[in-house]
C-alpha cells in the first residue's frame, strides 16, 4: 500500500502511480516536528494545506486514503497498522539523512511491514550518480563538472553534435546586471485559495508558536496551482529572469524569479516536467533568451541534484562542520530585522512577509554577513530551515553550511564573503542606508566593511593558502602593514557592543 510523505504530493511518481485504482493509500499528517522549532507559518500552511488537498483529490479519484493526524509517525504508524495489521506500504526514500532507518525502525516497532524504494522526484537517479562519480576522472564534488554531466546525460540544451546550446556551457555571466530604473518586473501570480487552506492557515497560526507574517498566503498547495504558476513564469517571467537573476531591489522581492522551489519540493511539481516546458518555450519562441533558459535549467537539473548528492555524501558530519572555528550566536535581527544595515533589514523583512528571498540575497546578504560575523554554522542553518518555505534539511544544509560559511569544504573552493562593494554593485540598498558604504571604520562605517577585513584577518592561517585568495590577501597585507587592521578590529568589537544592545 503507498505511503506518501507530505514532500512527495505527485500523483505520477512513485509507488502511488502504479497502484491499482482504489487502492488505500497512507498519508501521517504529523504535528510534532512543528512544535520542535518556530517554523514559518507559510511554510507549515503550505505542507499541511498541502497535503490536505491531495488527500481530498485522491478520494475524489476514487482511493481509499488513510489520513491519520498524529503527534509522531511513530504514532501514526501504531495506528495505520492496528486497523490494517496485513498490509505491506510502500514508500518513495526522503532524501533526509536516516530517514529510512528510521521509518523502518518506526514500522518495525509497530509489528509492520514497509519497502523503501527509489525516489523518482529527482531527474538524476542516486544509482546513475554514484556510479558516475566512482567512474569519473575529475572531481565529482565540483558543481560545474556534476552540471556538465547531467546536460550530456539528459541532453538538456545539447545540440544533435553533443555540444551545449549556443557553445557554452554556463552563462552565468550574463547574469550578473543590475536594471535600469525604467525596468518593471513583470507580475507575480498568486493562486485564490479556497476554504481549507484559509482554515488550515488559522489552525497552523493558534496551535504552533510560529513566525512570519500571516495576512497574505503567496504559494500553491495544490498541483494545478503549481501547474497554472509554472506556466505563467514561461510565459510571461522567463524572458525578464536572465540577465538579471543576481538583482537585488528595494520592494521588488520577486524580480522575475520563477518563484517554484517550494512546489518542487513539496513535489507538486516533477523538477523534469518544469525542464522540459522551460526547454521547449526555448526552443519554440524568440522571446526566451539562452542566458534565462539556462539559468533556470542549471537550477533544476544542475543545483538542486548536486545538494542531493553532496548532502547524501556529506553526511552527517556535514550538519556539525565549522572548519573556521566560528562560534558566535546568531544575531536576534535574524528574527526582529530590527537592524540599521538596509540590505539585512529589507531581506529579513522579505523572509518573514512570505518566507521567501531569492538566492542572492539567501548567499550574499544573510550567509555573506553570518560568515563574516563569525555565527556557528549549525545555528545559521537551524534558521534558513525554519524560515524559508522552500527550506529542508536537505536542502539547506549543503547551501547554508558549506555554501554559504564554507564550514566544510566539500565543494566551495573559497569563502563567498564581500564587503559593502558587492550589495553596492547588485542592489539599490546602500543608497537609503544608515551606514556609509564606501568606509571601513569610524561611527557610520558599513559594518561588512569591516568585517569582511576581520574576517580575512582571523582566518588567514587556514585560508591564505588558498590560490583563489591571492588578490584579498595582498590587502590584507597592506592593511596589516599601514597599521589599518588595529582600527578595523576596534569597530569591529564595537559592533559587536552595539549587537548586543541591539544597536546595529
Known amino acids: 500500500m503507498p505511503w506518501i510523505l507530505g514532500t512527495q ?45 491531495f488527500r481530498d483529490e485522491l ?57 523503501i524504494v527509489q525516489n523518482e522526484l529527482f531527474v538524476g537517479t542516486r544509482k546513475a550518480i554514484d556510479q558516475w562519480a566512482n567512474e569519473t576522472d575529475k572531481d565529482p564534488f565540483r558543481h560545474e563538472t556534476f552540471y556538465r554531466w547531467m546536460r550530456t546525460q539528459t541532453g538538456v540544451l545539447m545540440t544533435d553534435d553533443g555540444d551545449p546550446e549556443g557553445g557554452e556551457w554556463n552563462y552565468d555571466d550574463d547574469n550578473q546586471e543590475f536594471p535600469p530604473a525604467s525596468w518593471e518586473s513583470p507580475p507575480v501570480a498568486v493562486p485564490e485559495h479556497d476554504e481549507l ?85 526555448y526552443d519554440e519562441r524568440d522571446d526566451v533568451p539562452l542566458n ?34 566560528a562560534d558566535h550566536d ?19 523583512e522579505d523572509v518573514e512577509q512570505r518566507g521567501y ?38 536542502v539547506t544544509t549543503p547551501n547554508v553550511v558549506e555554501m554559504g560559511q564554507y564550514a566544510d569544504g566539500v565543494f566551495a573552493s573559497k569563502p563567498y564573503v564581500s564587503s559593502a562593494n558587492y550589495i553596492d554593485k547588485m542592489s539599490d540598498y546602500c543608497g537609503d542606508c544608515y551606514y556609509y558604504k564606501t568606509k571601513d571604520t569610524g561611527e557610520k562605517a558599513c559594518p561588512f566593511n569591516a568585517l569582511y577585513w576581520d574576517f580575512l584577518d582571523r582566518n588567514e592561517d587556514q585560508l591564505r593558502s588558498n590560490h583563489r585568495m591571492g588578490l584579498m590577501y595582498s590587502h590584507v597585507d597592506s592593511k596589516q602593514d599601514s597599521g589599518a587592521i588595529d582600527e578595523i578590529k576596534d569597530r569591529v568589537a564595537t559592533l559587536r557592543e552595539k549587537a548586543e544592545y541591539g544597536e546595529l
Not at 296 to 302: A, D, F, K, P, S
Not at 330 to 348: A, I, K
Not at 364 to 388: D, K
Open 9 to 53: 504530493l505527485h500523483p505520477d511518481a512513485g509507488p502511488l502511480a502504479r497502484a491499482p485504482d482504489g487502492s488505500r493509500v497512507l498519508l501521517i499528517e504529523a504535528h510534532d516536528f512543528a512544535r520542535r522549532k518556530p517554523y514559518h507559518h507559510d511554510k507549515l500552511t503550505l505542507v499541511f494545506s498541502g497535503m490536505r488537498h
Open 59 to 115: 478520494r475524489e479519484q476514487g482511493y481509499t486514503v488513510e489520513y491519520i493526524k498524529a503527534d509522531t509517525f511513530g504514532d501514526g504508524l501504531a495506528t495505520y497498522f492496528e486497523r490494517y495489521p496485513d498490509d505491506e506500504l510502500v514508500v518513495m526514500r526522503s532524501p533526509s539523512h536516516r530517514s529510512a532507518d528510521r521509518f523502518r525502525e518506526l514500522v518495525e516497532e509497530a509489528d509492520g511491514r514497509l519497502d
Open 197 to 281: 487552506t484559509a482554515q488550515t492557515s488559522r489552525w497552523v497560526a493558534d496551535e504552533f508558536d510560529v513566525w512570519g507574517e500571516t495576512d497574505e498566503f503567496v504559494w500553491p498547495v495544490t498541483r494545478a496551482q503549481a501547474q497554472a504558476k509554472l506556466d505563467h513564469f514561461v510565459e510571461t517571467r522567463l524572458p525578464e529572469f536572465g540577465p538579471y537573476q543576481d538583482a537585488m531591489r528595494s520592494d521588488d522581492w520577486a524580480m522575475a524569479h520563477a518563484l517554484l522551489g517550494s512546489s518542487v519540493n513539496l513535489g507538486l511539481l516533477h523538477p523534469w516536467e518544469v525542464v522540459q516546458q522551460i526547454e521547449q518555450a
Open 292 to 325: 534565462s533558459a539556462e539559468g533556470v535549467l542549471r537550477q533544476l537539473i544542475g543545483w538542486r541534484e548536486f545538494m542531493r548528492h553532496v548532502y547524501r555524501h556529506s553526511m552527517p558530519d556535514l550538519s556539525s562542520a565549522n572548519q573556521l572555528d
Open 330 to 348: 546568531l544575531p536576534e535581527f535574524y528574527w526582529s530585522g530590527e537592524t540599521n544595515m538596509e540590505c539585512l533589514r529589507q531581506t529579513v
Open 357 to 394: 528571498s531569492h538566492h542572492i540575497q539567501r548567499l550574499m546578504v544573510l550567509a555573506n554577513f553570518a560568515t563574516l560575523w563569525g555565527v556557528e554554522p549549525a545555528q545559521l542553518n537551524e534558521w534558513f530551515h525554519a524560515t524559508y518555505v522552500d527550506a529542508y534539511h536537505w
